[in-house]
Every structure is written in C-alpha cells, then in structure tokens.
C-alpha cells in the first residue's frame, strides 16, 4: 500500500504529483478497510472515475463539505478529510465549507461554547490553507434560506426510510441523552438542504456519510421528477470517499476528541510529544508495518509516513531494531515539524479575531446569496411564487 501524501500547505497551488499520489494512495487504502457502509465499494469505484474527471476539468464540480463545530480539529480529520479538500480547492474546484451549526445541536454539551467552537474550525481551516477568497466557509444558522429548503425536503422522505438510515441508528446509540430529538432524527435531511442549496455535484465525506448522500440523491431525484418539469432542478450529488488511510488514536482506537486520544492540530509541539510519548504499543520490539496484526504500531508509522512523504514500510526499516521509543521519536518529530506551519500560521490567525468574525461574515454573505436563488427556482418550481 502505498501512502505517500505530499503537505496540503505547499502543494495547493502546484497540486499535480502530490494529488494524483494522494488520490492512488486513497483508494488502495480504502480497499482494505473494513465495516463499510452500504455503498462503500460503488462509491469507491466512482472514485477513481471522480479524480479523473476533476483532473480535467476541475471547473466543472462544485463541492461542498463540512464540519459540525465540535471543537478544535485533529489530525484524524486532517490527513482524513482537511488535507483532500484544500488539494480540491488546489485543483480548481468551486468549493463551500459549511459549519453545521445547527446540526451540532444535537450534541447537547457542545452547544454551551457554540461560538468559540465556530472560531476554532474557523481558525483551522485558514491555517490549513482553506482560502476564503475561493472557497467559501459559512455556518447553517446564517442561511436563512437554506434552512427553509428543509420543509418541501420533509415531505419527499418517509419516515420508515429515516429510521432505517444506518447513521442516524449510530449517532442515537451513542447519544447519551434520554431521548430522541425530532432535530437527529431529521438531520439527514438538513444535510440534503446543505448539499442541495448551493447545487452541490461532489461531496468529499467519509464513509459513514454515505447514507446520507443516499438521502440527498433520492431528495433530489424525488423533487425534480414531482415538480421541475423542464429539466432537472438539482443535481444528484455524488460522494467522493475521503482516501482516509484510518489513524488510529493514541489509545489504539479511533482517534476521536470525545475519546481523548486524539492529536490537535493546535496542540503546541510539547503536547504532541507527551501524547505521542503515551501512546499504546505493543511488546515486540523489532518495529513492522503490520496493520493487521499491529495495529498500533502501524497506525504510528502511517502518521510519520504521511507527515514524511513516505510510506510506511520505509520509516518501519529505518527504525527496525531500535524498537518503540525511537519510532515515537521519530513520530513525534515528524508531526512537529510538518504541523509546525501551519500552527505557527494559526497563532498568528488567533489574534485577529475580528478578521475571523470577518471571515465568515463575508462567507456567510455569499452562501446567502446562493441560497436565495436557489430558493427562489424551488418556489417557482413548486407554484409557490407569489
Ligand atoms: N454530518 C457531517 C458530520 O457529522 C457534517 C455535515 C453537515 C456535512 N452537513 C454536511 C458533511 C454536508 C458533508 C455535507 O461530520
């Protein structure tokens, strides 16, 4: 498996080697996951089908993709799903970033620093290389319109199908609260507004968003045969998977923030250290990439690899014999030294907070726009034009 990544900060202007590496990387290391979602395997044939299209003509997609403001972003979500979006945006794509500010809610406990959560991914994203004046980032809750498009949504979706959308089972078994909001148990369909507002044809997720992206497609497959009679409305968006080589966490498990197992990308270079310096091994000393039978270990020379441009197997020869403590050193000087620009770029981000509030203001601005339009054609198209 080869998974050499080339750093999102100096390859998003000249993305060419680095992103056809990345996407190759992606879906050898898709291929071998397991406990896919229903779909991972057509979507992952689509995929390479996708890249190259987009290598042609990168113009032609527009993509939209996004967070739940959680908190501050880890390298789980960076080498999974940050990394390829800033080679997206690299490649010429139009993109939209939304920060799903209303979907965030049903997580009850990071609702109480909603704004300081808003900031932080705010942050993240510029210091990656996010670039607002190409991409445009902007929350749910600013886009009035864009939330309306969830009623005509609601009534082309049964209810039996959103009980059987596998994530939403997933998100309410691990929800520690008593009972079920009408607001989880219709986010998929939220989601589909996000998608659809601004027409988006490309949504690069993970592959436990894939059920949802069925729901938009159906959404929008349902509303253009009912009501747009000359020629499709929306596009039936497709998903690009992530080539998320899986990270595991510290402890050995997904790296997760609510797990406490995972790396920042804001942690200072100390913290990393202390981290990594914790992390689960195993007690074989002789250091082999064996994702199956090691799965720690590997996990740790996948994150040196992707920080090196290498692959894993050769930072696993390099340290052989010396065992742990000198693949942790090496893990942890990998990661410092390729976070260290982008860190010291959101230190320097993190003083201007009315730049940031600016930020997304402006992007707010310009996803409002796109959804009145679109809005307006859903009314027309439904006879409620008046
Ligand atoms: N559901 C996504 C998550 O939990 C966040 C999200 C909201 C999203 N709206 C979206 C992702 C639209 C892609 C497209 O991470």
Do not use: W
Not at 216 to 224: K, Q
Not at 346 to 369: F, I, K, M, P
């Amino acid at each position: 498996m080869n998974t050499t990544l080339r750093t999102a900060a100096t390859t998003s202007d000249s993305p060419d080697a680095a992103s056809a590496a990345y996407a190759s990387a992606a879906y050898a290391s898709a291929a071998d996951a397991s406990a896919d979602a229903p779909g991972t395997t057509a979507a992952q044939a689509r995929g390479a089908e996708l890249e190259e299209l987009i290598r042609r003509n990168p113009r032609r997609f527009r993509v939209l993709t996004g967070d739940r403001p959680t908190g501050r972003l880890h390298l789980g979500h960076y080498f999974g799903t940050l990394h390829n979006r800033v080679r997206l945006q690299g490649l010429g794509a139009e993109m939209f970033v939304i920060i799903a500010d209303y979907q965030v809610l049903t997580d009850r406990d990071v609702a109480d620093d909603l704004t300081g959560h808003v900031e932080e991914l705010v942050l993240d994203y510029l210091a990656i290389g996010v670039d607002p004046s190409r991409s445009t980032i902007f929350t749910h809750s600013a886009v009035p319109a864009l939330n309306q498009l969830l009623l005509p949504f609601l009534s082309l979706v049964s209810v039996g199908e959103l009980h059987r959308n596998p994530t939403v089972k997933e998100e309410i078994a691990h929800s520690r609260q008593s009972s079920v909001s009408g607001l989880m148990f219709t986010y998929p369909v939220h989601q589909a507004a996000d998608i659809l507002f601004c027409k988006a044809d490309l949504v690069p997720v993970g592959r436990d968003q894939l059920p949802h992206l069925e729901i938009t497609r159906t959404i929008a497959r349902r509303f253009n045969d009912r009501y747009s009679g000359d020629g499709p409305l929306f596009p039936e968006p497709e998903a690009l998977l992530s080539p998320a080589p899986l990270l595991l966490g510290t402890d050995g498990t997904k790296m997760s923030k609510s797990r406490g197992n995972a790396i920042a990308l804001a942690a200072d270079a100390d913290e990393t250290a202390r981290l990594i310096k914790g992390a689960k091994t195993d007690s074989r000393r002789h250091i082999t990439y064996d994702p199956a039978g090691r799965p720690e270990v590997s996990s740790l020379l996948l994150l040196a690899a992707l920080c090196q441009d290498r692959t894993p197997q050769q930072v696993a020869d390099d340290i052989g014999p010396a065992g742990a403590a000198a693949l942790k050193r090496t893990v942890t000087e990998a990661v410092n030294e390729y976070l260290a620009p982008i860190r010291s770029r959101r230190v320097q981000l993190a003083q201007d907070r009315s730049h940031l509030r600016r930020t997304l203001r402006e992007g707010n601005e310009r996803a409002r726009a796109v959804a009145d339009a679109t809005l307006t054609e859903v009314r027309a198209a439904m006879n409620s034009h008046y």
